[in-house]
């Protein structure tokens, strides 16, 4: 499963991404400034596939609560 979603408000000056990754038991989670050259990048290790899965829904509902769109 890959998702990317984006995060815009000009009246905060504020573009964001935000995109998850989950394969087997591993979630990355990368997010940024949309045009930045390095972005952030967390990789986490989960005992298995189920529970990788339901922590990139969690977080993908997380960020759809705060405004983030799907790409």
Request: glycine residues 4%; aromatic residues 14%.
């Amino acid at each position: 499963m890959n998702k990317y979603f984006e995060f815009n408000d000009a009246s905060q000056n504020s573009h964001k991404f935000w995109e998850i990754n989950q394969r087997s038991n591993n979630v990355t989670v990368t997010y940024g400034r949309i045009g930045i050259m390095n972005p952030h990048q967390i990789v986490k290790e989960f005992d298995s596939k189920d529970s990788a899965m339901t922590f990139a829904f969690k977080k993908i509902k997380e960020k759809q609560a705060k405004g983030y769109l799907q790409k």
